[in-house]
């Protein structure tokens, strides 16, 4: 289920303060619900899930084309000393308060060290969020997870994606391929997700 913008930065989240001048993307509830010690599934499957490998042919297709079309215009080329927009930052990682550097590095679920999921590489994470950012030409993108309390005491999942745009470039981007996030990936993602929480052993 799709959740309006303003319900997650309500939340007051790490990455409100960490990543000012991004704006918020897409909000979506996941079809995971638990107890506090459960973030940890969470943030193990989010972190090895694919959606290049998606269950969805139509959405394996969609990120083929996407791939294709970035090497052959290289936006997906390695460039260490590109900055996030409107800092001389390349990553997040650098603005992390004293009590969070470390806590997305090796040994942790979702390791620092390491790209998950689509290119991302994890930035913090918390007893309820874990962060994980993507940089290339066309944007620096955030994929945020959350662990947002309920009245009767459990937990429920949620997706938020946060970006800062390249240019005209990055703005016409985002908007292309706006309509392929809402009504291909992101409900194909919460499907396979639903059924990965409930093989956990978990009930979505």
């Given at each position: 289920?799709?959740?309006?913008?303003?319900?997650?930065?309500?939340?007051?989240?790490?990455?409100?303060?960490?990543?000012?001048?991004?704006?918020?993307?897409?909000?979506?509830?996941?079809?995971?619900?638990?107890?506090?010690?459960?973030?940890?599934?969470?943030?193990?499957?989010?972190?090895?899930?694919?959606?290049?490998?998606?269950?969805?042919?139509?959405?394996?297709?969609?990120?083929?084309?996407?791939?294709?079309?970035?090497?052959?215009?290289?936006?997906?080329?390695?460039?260490?000393?590109?900055?996030?927009?409107?800092?001389?930052?390349?990553?997040?990682?650098?603005?992390?308060?004293?009590?969070l550097r470390g806590s997305a590095d090796v040994g942790q679920i979702?390791?620092?060290?390491?790209?998950?999921?689509?290119?991302?590489?994890?930035?913090?994470?918390?007893?309820?969020?874990?962060?994980?950012?993507?940089?290339?030409?066309?944007v620096h993108g955030v994929l945020h997870l959350g662990w947002v309390?309920?009245?009767?005491?459990?937990?429920?999942?949620?997706?938020?994606?946060?970006?800062?745009?390249?240019?005209?470039?990055?703005?016409?981007?985002?908007?292309?391929?706006?309509?392929?996030?809402?009504?291909?990936?992101?409900?194909?993602?919460?499907?396979?997700?639903?059924?990965?929480?409930?093989?956990?052993?978990?009930?979505?």
């Amino acid at each position: 289920m799709k959740v309006p913008t303003e319900t997650d930065v309500s939340q007051d989240w790490v990455i409100t303060s960490l990543a000012p001048e991004f704006r918020l993307l897409d909000v979506w509830a996941l079809p995971a619900e638990g107890d506090a010690a459960d973030f940890d599934d969470l943030v193990s499957l989010m972190s090895r899930f694919d959606p290049a490998r998606s269950e969805s042919g139509l959405t394996r297709l969609l990120f083929q084309v996407r791939f294709r079309l970035g090497g052959l215009l290289g936006w997906d080329d390695e460039v260490s000393a590109r900055p996030i927009p409107g800092s001389t930052q390349t990553s997040l990682r650098e603005r992390l308060p004293s009590d969070l550097r470390g806590s997305a590095d090796v040994g942790q679920i979702g390791d620092g060290q390491r790209k998950v999921g689509v290119g991302f590489t994890p930035v913090y994470r918390t007893d309820r969020e874990w962060a994980a950012e993507l940089s290339n030409a066309t944007v620096h993108g955030v994929l945020h997870l959350g662990w947002v309390p309920r009245p009767d005491g459990r937990y429920r999942g949620q997706l938020g994606v946060w970006v800062a745009p390249r240019g005209l470039l990055g703005e016409a981007y985002l908007r292309l391929i706006e309509p392929f996030r809402r009504f291909v990936v992101y409900p194909a993602m919460m499907r396979q997700v639903e059924r990965m929480w409930a093989a956990r052993g978990h009930v979505g």
